[in-house]
């Protein structure tokens, strides 16, 4: 943590995450008391024109299921971008604990994930880094909500194949088109289907290397077990579909499908008492 951090308009709390380009900290603002994530970007890492794509894209995609950017906080040493505070953690934070999850529970937050998708969809980004890490769980009147963060290698999907923006994701959620550098809307809902897989199952579809995820996500058909509702089941093979012309068209289209099945598992249409596989070990 910085020096400079210090002397801004907030007050740091302490780490409450970090990735490969920087550092996430709560903090509170000196002045009001609102509680605040600052995300504290490498300059040498994550140079400035990405640091101005992820917070025009932030900008522009107002959502209750997308985190919101509030401020630019600019010091000597760096640029933090002033974000809601989202005080459940990520959902990797619940995948990698004994945490058991209904149905219900798992449906939601896909639903929310999707609403979130179709918006940024709408408008032409694409996320490309769809993962359990980005998303940020927050508590509502209602309950949990699924929150997308992290929109620091996020495109315009018309943007040419080959421009140089840097890091192409993370392996484990890559559609396989993605390995060869293509960013088409349908690949942030190929990753949409890893989540749900590992939601459900408590492991991904693959693993591995990055060069052997690249074979598995382009040659082999991930294994659904057959106590996966059939509805569930038909969604789940959809979403991972290697072709992009037999997945999901769309984040409204695959979310419409999700709310049949919520609403059959409200109707108690579905087996009663799910609860998803432990995590997998460290």
């Given at each position: 943590m910085t020096r400079q951090i210090r002397r801004s308009h907030y007050r740091v709390l302490g780490?409450?995450?970090?990735?490969?380009?920087?550092?996430?900290?709560?903090?509170?603002?000196?002045?009001?008391?609102?509680?605040?994530?600052?995300?504290?970007?490498?300059?040498?890492?994550?140079?400035t024109h990405k640091f101005l794509r992820e917070l025009r894209f932030l900008i522009s995609l107002e959502h209750p299921n997308i985190v919101t950017c509030h401020a630019l906080e600019h010091s000597v040493s760096g640029r933090q971008l002033v974000l809601d505070y989202c005080e459940g953690g990520t959902l990797r934070s619940i995948l990698d604990s004994e945490m058991?999850?209904?149905?219900?529970?798992?449906?939601?937050?896909?639903?929310?994930?999707?609403?979130?998708?179709?918006?940024?969809?709408?408008?032409?980004?694409?996320?490309?880094?769809?993962?359990?890490?980005?998303?940020?769980?927050?508590?509502?009147p209602g309950g949990w909500t699924a929150r997308i963060s992290d929109f620091g290698i996020a495109r315009l999907s018309q943007e040419d194949a080959e421009s140089d923006l840097g890091p192409n994701g993370s392996p484990a959620y890559m559609a396989p088109e993605r390995f060869y550098n293509q960013h088409?809307?349908?690949?942030?809902?190929?990753?949409?289907?890893?989540?749900?897989?590992?939601?459900l199952l408590g492991q991904r579809p693959f693993s591995g290397t990055p060069a052997e995820l690249l074979v598995a996500h382009l040659n082999q058909l991930?294994?659904?077990?057959?106590?996966?509702?059939?509805?569930?089941?038909?969604?789940?093979l959809r979403a991972l579909q290697k072709l992009l012309s037999k997945r999901f068209q769309s984040a409204q289209?695959?979310?419409?499908?999700?709310?049949?099945?919520?609403q059959q598992n409200q109707k108690g249409e579905l087996?009663?008492?799910?609860v998803r596989q432990k995590p997998l070990p460290p």
């Open positions: 780490l409450v995450g970090h990735g490969q380009f920087g550092r996430v900290y709560g903090a509170i603002h000196r002045k009001t008391g609102e509680l605040v994530a600052l995300k504290d970007l490498h300059k040498d890492r994550f140079p058991a999850l209904s149905l219900e529970e798992v449906l939601g937050f896909l639903l929310d994930i999707l609403a979130a998708l179709d918006h940024a969809h709408q408008q032409g980004i694409v996320h490309c880094d769809i993962k359990p890490e980005n998303i940020l769980l927050q508590l509502t088409p809307l349908t690949s942030d809902l190929y990753a949409v289907g890893v989540i749900l897989y590992e939601l991930p294994e659904v077990p057959g106590e996966i509702p059939t509805p569930l089941r038909q969604i789940l289209e695959m979310r419409q499908e999700l709310v049949k099945v919520y087996p009663a008492g799910f």
